[in-house]
């Protein structure tokens, strides 16, 4: 699936840096930046290196410059706003195209001269690459110059004034850290300085530090003489490498074209995110494994996220041993029934403060044994299920219990232990402690699983007794008649009765307790009061708390961040119980099919090719939050994948 983009798409600059792209290489090491070539977020960087994955990340090149000089005069083709509006790069004024399909592509034009533009990062290395053609058409020589602003910092901060940067043949050092490059061109020293206050519309308008500094002590330069057409070839790496560019761009393409051929799926906007949820996969150097890193630019790898996204981005894209590397991390790691919410660096404990991803651990084993029927893996991983069912049951920490009637309750103080899990200071905007539906669904769920792969591994237990006991309470207790819909926890609080997204896993779960009747009102009624094209409301618009728009400080985002902001992910359980509730019916498929093609419209926006996070409760007509997510992609795959094979 490629995505083109022409110049009314850049009319005015604030257009052009609506949209950016994302590139990743497997360590947590990424390159992005907007579609005109400018950088709006302090997060954005033309190489952020991971040097121990997935999170210990540096922005070694935070941006290029790029100019050509001709019949006299030198013009800009990079983009850039800056604090001092008369500083401002425009060379969007020359970008005639910009795409994206495995890999970002610009087409400048200006008097004669095309200069075509493409970069790539290799897979499991921290190294980038940028290719420049020129075609001169002119009856003089043209010279194309490249600066890179270097700045060598960890991710989200930003160099200081007395930090030196040292250029030594193919080398730049800079706090203890050593970039190489090649290049075909001409590299030039000049008298190092900083390039300072550096615009980050996008920081600004959430709150976060609106300006940022670079350095600048070089260029790389090629000469191009008349009515011939050259290259500029640059490589970047944390390490020496003979690589040159044309290797990595087309080593990307035949990597990105088999992660589409293995996943098998049929449909290009599928193919496209099957794609697009490689970029989460990352290693892990603390467990040896592999994770999931939750969203870019903001997010490192959490469990409750990667038990989500896992579904999706691993096991309906076929790449199957990256699910059970990442799933025998978490068995390695879990502990008194949990696993981690949060794993170690260095020397730090794991957290422990999530409710679900145990329970949705059970339920990622089972989705991989219905795709492999690999008995041997559920082997292993069952002591550590029973171990889960077990502890649930007793009690384990963060107020995580089975009550007399078998329901699950969670919470206390102010531990957030759901994926509303918002706190401020000492405000829990949604605290649901008590007995949150999800999570009791997903309970149910879990010792149906348990009973029938009991029943595969010859180790029976009466999950069945248990799972029919807490099946009879859930009806007798979340049914809400008058509403016709599911409490969305049982608290005695008001918090019971107001309409959220998180019935929706009752209906959706490869096991569920209500009958079909109900099942359907259910899915009638989070249509009807938190359905967008977008993604699910995650409050009512009717409900007094409810808040219409995400942004601001970051007080103002947190407080809106489940009280009706639309998020993505949630989505894919809502098409997967609609379609389970009509039969995978004719109709309803392509009822489903025709509301997806609105999400095509969303991989064009925000981060191209990918789906964001979150989008405003009120009108959802811009991505907020992370502009890449990896739940959000991989709860859509599944629904990709359930319309092709159900």
């Known amino acids: 699936m490629k995505f083109v983009y022409g110049k009314q798409d850049w009319a005015v600059r604030e257009r052009g840096e609506e949209n950016c792209y994302l590139l990743t290489n497997g360590l947590g090491g990424f390159s992005s930046g907007t579609m005109i070539g400018s950088n709006t977020r302090n997060d954005h960087a033309f190489f952020m290196a991971c040097e121990e994955p997935p999170n210990y990340r540096y922005n070694m090149i935070h941006r290029l410059e790029e100019e050509i000089c001709l019949g006299g005069n030198c013009f800009h083709l990079s983009s850039q706003a800056y604090m001092d509006a008369e500083l401002n790069e425009e060379g969007y004024r020359y ?22 533009k493409r970069i790539a990062m290799k897979q499991g290395e921290n190294l980038i690459a940028v290719i420049y053609e020129i075609d001169n058409r002119r009856k003089a020589p043209v010279n194309f110059r490249v600066i890179p602003h270097l700045q060598f910092v960890p991710k ?71 009515q011939t057409c050259a290259y500029l ?68 790898d959490w469990g409750r996220d990667t038990m989500i996204a896992l579904a999706g981005c691993c096991i309906s894209t076929r790449q199957f041993e990256n699910v059970k590397s990442i799933l025998r991390t978490f068995a390695v790691y879990c502990k008194d ?79 957030q232990v759901t994926w509303m899990d918002v706190r401020i200071g000492d405000i829990l905007p949604t605290p649901r402690h008590g007995k949150p539906v999800e999570i009791n669904a997903y309970w149910y769920n879990a010792l149906c699983i348990m009973e029938e792969l ?37 608290s005695d609080t008001n918090a019971d009765i107001q309409i959220r997204c998180n019935q929706i896993w009752a209906v ?63 989505m894919g359980a809502y098409y997967l119980a609609y379609l389970k509730t009509r039969d995978y019916s004719k109709e309803a498929k392509e009822k489903v099919q025709e509301q997806l093609e609105v999400l095509e419209s969303a991989m064009r926006e925000g981060c191209i090719g990918q789906l964001p996070e979150i989008y405003d409760g009120g009108n959802p007509s811009f991505s907020r939050g992370c502009f890449a997510q990896a739940w959000s992609v991989g709860e859509i795959l599944r629904v990709y994948e359930a319309l092709e094979t159900k």
């Open 95 to 116: 970008l005639s195209a910009f795409s994206f399909e495995d890999y970002p592509k610009w087409i400048y034009q200006i008097d004669g001269v095309e200069v075509v």
């Open 156 to 226: 989200g901060e930003q160099p200081e004034k007395t930090q030196q940067f040292i250029l030594e043949g193919n080398r730049i050092s800079s706090k203890g850290h050593t970039l190489y490059f090649y290049t075909d061109g001409t590299t030039k020293k000049i008298q190092g300085k900083f390039a300072e206050n550096l615009y980050y519309a996008y920081d600004a308008c959430d709150g976060r530090t609106e300006k940022g500094n670079t350095f600048v002590n070089h260029y790389i330069e090629k000469q191009v003489e008349a």
């Open 233 to 300: 070839e640059i490589v970047y790496s944390m390490r020496e490498t003979t690589l040159d560019a044309k290797q990595v761009i087309q080593e990307t393409v035949r990597y990105r074209k088999n992660l589409a051929d293995t996943s098998k799926l049929e449909h290009e906007a599928a193919k496209m995110l099957v794609k697009s949820a490689d970029q989460f996969v990352a290693e892990r150097k603390s467990t040896g494994g592999k994770t999931i890193l939750a969203g870019f630019p903001f997010f490192e």
């Open 337 to 415: 029934g949990l696993m981690p919410n949060l794993f170690p660096e260095g020397k730090n404990e794991p957290r422990y403060n999530t409710v679900d991803a145990a329970l949705l651990f059970i339920q990622a084993v089972y989705l991989y044994y219905q795709k492999t029927q690999d008995v041997s893996f559920i082997a292993e991983m069952w002591p550590v299920m029973k171990e889960i069912i077990t502890c649930y049951k007793r009690g384990t920490l963060h107020g995580i219990g089975m009550d007399e009637d078998g329901l699950i309750y969670a919470g206390k103080g102010f531990d």
């Open 454 to 490: 009991g029943e595969v591994l010859k180790d029976q237990k009466d999950y069945g007794s248990l799972s029919g006991k807490v099946k009879k309470s859930f009806q007798e207790k979340f049914w809400n008649e008058e509403a016709g819909c599911l409490k969305d926890v049982l």
């Open 508 to 570: 959706s779960m490869p096991f569920t307790m209500l009958d079909k009747e109900r099942e359907k009102q259910v899915v009638d009624t989070v249509f009807e009061k938190l359905y967008t094209p977008y993604g699910l409301r995650t409050l009512a618009k009717e409900d007094k708390e409810f808040h219409g728009i995400y942004g601001g400080e970051m007080l103002a985002r947190d407080l809106a961040y489940h009280q009706g902001t639309v998020w993505v992910f949630p």
